[in-house]
């Protein structure tokens, strides 16, 4: 029998970390790839180079001069146009996640109405008209039912990592977005600003036959719009609260027929009886920042349980293999090459697992991740911070 060849669009960091399970489990992967030398084409020996718009670049990566078919296509990235993937599904390559599915990452306001629809929690929002006057009236409405006077408006697509993303206080402080919208960029939404108390994050993970699983919540601490750190589990957080927040994942997974990994961005902040509520703030279908701590402190890791999704393969299972494990990003760094931080931090962090993207340096770009576990948080934490420190060239 021949190995089955997974397609995944995009050759960043997320793909080239699919390639270690993808190894281990005996398939293949063909990615195609933004750069011939890019994160994933380093690593990977069957690459493409083309961008995730170009149809004819996709259609190749699935079916090869050679004739050597995908046995089925899915993404490090949300940014593939939809028609194509709908006409893939009809001519029968198997999509995973299918584009009725990654259409509610594309667009926050698809998102926001579905997940509405399905009665999970979600900020109070609104869509935005397009036509400017009657753009300023609605956002002018929503901010004068907002107890602080503040709200958040958002970019519907394109944004990440905290981009697309202002609060506002007033129509004035999206002037230009709302003129871009009226002109034809993306449209936008507002939603209240929510005192959250912190960041949580569940991910979980659907096959096309409909199994689901669900990893510990982890908190996620975000630096300037980014992921900085994500500690598994959430400290402090309550079985009965921990139990909701899996559960309302698998509704997630289950109610927008997602097939793969799928991040679920949480809210939480104090409720009206005073105890914890979540919120859903974002959602990504497909491997995450928040999970890449399952590389090493979880029984299955989140890139080869998406392996197993996508080829309706049994999931594994998500159990947690130490008491805490802490991921910490490397944003950025002072060093002409990472790998100069090594001897150094191996000597003083044996314990740490240190993952490079293979990626030119630049401010705040995210370079690489160590994730470092044990019993004790506040030193595995400490640990894990330290060590990718070092990495960003900074001494201890």
Known sequence: MTAPVIAVV???????MMAPAAGELGVRLRALVEEPDGSAAQVLTDTQVGAASDEAAI???????DDDAAAVLTFEHEHVPNALLQDLLEHGTPVHPGPDALVHAQDKIVMRTRLTELGLPCPRWAPVPLDPAEARSVIAAFLAAEPGGEAVAKTSRGGYDGKGVRVIASPDDVTDWIQAAAAGAPQLLVEEKVPFTRELAALVARRPSGEVRTWPVVESIQRDGVCSEVIAPA???SSALEAQVRDLAARVVDGLGVTGVLAVEL??????????RVLVNELAMRPHNSGHWTIDGAVTSQFEQHLRAVLDLPLGATDAVAPWTVMANVLGSSLTEL???LPALMERFPEAKVNLYGKGIRAGRKLGHVNVSGSDLATVRARAVEAAALLRGESL
């Open 10 to 16: 995009g050759g960043g960091q997320l793909a080239r």
């Open 59 to 65: 259609r190749a990566l699935i079916a090869p001069a």
């Open 235 to 237: 400290p402090g957080l």
């Open 267 to 276: 809210f939480e902040a104090p409720g009206p009886d005073g105890g914890p």
């Open 339 to 341: 790998t100069d931080a």
